[in-house]
């Protein structure tokens, strides 16, 4: 009898142990920071710090929960595998003029306000670069973040997208439920041309899903050529609201192909009759526009360019 309850004791805390051990893998691959914000200090390096672990870990979560404020006076890069994850209401305040939030490869941001507070502020909030080669079967998402710029500048771009040079490429990215809101661009894709003129690059398939802007001064921009080999195509931006104030000028400038635009425009009576809040540029061909925007306000010098009448 003893014998067996030895057994059983045994086994009990091998059990107990193996337990430990699967908590604190658990643990080691969701990190939250709880103990940090709600401060006026610079909160970056402490969230890099968190992000390398976890890169470190073979990918995981970083938390910043409860609703808090962080600080941040240098950028922050979430790095590959790597999920930043914010509370609904947890705010990180951008004080100073530098790219904010880099993100490579399989990273992800979801949820929470990025706040822009300094007025000197004109890089950009959130940014890709294509040089990480981002495809489709890669998880980096962008989803439930508002971008807020506070400070009353109206400068800088909420969301950036960038590829230039031999197969620096983003495609297939979902970008969903986000807001911006009070900077000079909303969203800005470009694809610049390579002066070395080897190989391609490109800003193709990405999803812009249920994104509302408000007051910014240029809410949409596609800077590319009309194709390859440095092409911004097929690019969809659906279920838009976009609120105009008297300080917007373009809801979009736009070039590439086939690039897709649904949504809805409110106020445009807030702008000059003569301005023309949409532009399909020469670069641009099979692009297409389904929003409420009078005729008159449409410049196309594009090719076969498409929008309500």
């Known amino acids: 009898m003893f014998k067996k309850l030895t057994a059983a ?3 009990s805390a091998l059990l107990a142990a193996a337990l430990t051990l699967v908590v604190q893998k658990m643990y080691n691959h969701s990190m939250s920071l709880e103990s940090h914000g709600e401060d006026a200090k610079d909160d970056a390096k ?11 870990n073979k990918g995981g979560l970083v938390k910043l929960t ?13 790095r590959e595998g790597v999920t930043l994850e914010l509370g609904q209401n947890t705010k990180i305040l951008i004080d100073g003029d530098f790219r904010a939030i880099q993100l490579e490869k399989n990273a992800s941001i979801i949820n929470g306000i990025l706040e822009v507070v300094d007025p000197s502020f004109n890089s950009e909030v959130i940014h890709l670069d294509g040089k990480h080669q981002f495809w489709s079967w890669e998880r980096t998402t962008v989803h439930n973040v508002s971008i807020i710029n506070s400070s009353g500048s109206h400068k800088g771009t909420a969301i950036s997208l960038y590829a230039k ?16 809101a009070g900077f000079y661009t909303g ?9 070395k003129k080897e190989g391609q690059s490109w800003i193709n398939g990405n999803r812009f899903v249920n994104m509302t802007m408000d007051d910014c001064v240029n809410f949409i921009d596609i800077d590319s050529s009309v194709s390859i080999p440095n092409e911004s195509s097929g690019n969809q931006f659906i279920g838009l609201q976009i609120q105009l104030s008297k300080l917007s000028k373009t809801i979009m400038k736009v070039s590439g192909s086939y690039n897709t635009f649904q949504g809805m425009v409110w106020d445009q009576h807030l702008l000059n ?20 925007v009078d005729v008159f306000s449409v410049e196309n010098k594009g090719v076969q360019n498409s929008y309500t009448k």
Not at 66 to 78: A, D, E, H, Q, T
Not at 187 to 195: Q, T
Not at 273 to 292: L, P, R, Y
């Open 273 to 292: 009759d003569e301005d023309k809040i949409v532009q399909f540029t020469q670069e641009s061909a099979n692009n297409k526009m389904d929003m409420n």
């Open 46 to 56: 402490v969230i890099q710090r968190a992000i390398n672990q976890s890169y470190k």
């Open 66 to 78: 409860g609703n808090k404020r962080y600080v941040i006076r240098s950028g922050l890069i979430i």
């Open 187 to 195: 969203i800005k894709v470009k694809v610049d041309h390579d002066e």
């Open 165 to 180: 040079g031999k197969e620096n490429f983003i495609s297939f990215v979902n970008f969903t439920d986000n807001k911006a």
């Open 9 to 11: 004791c045994l086994i």
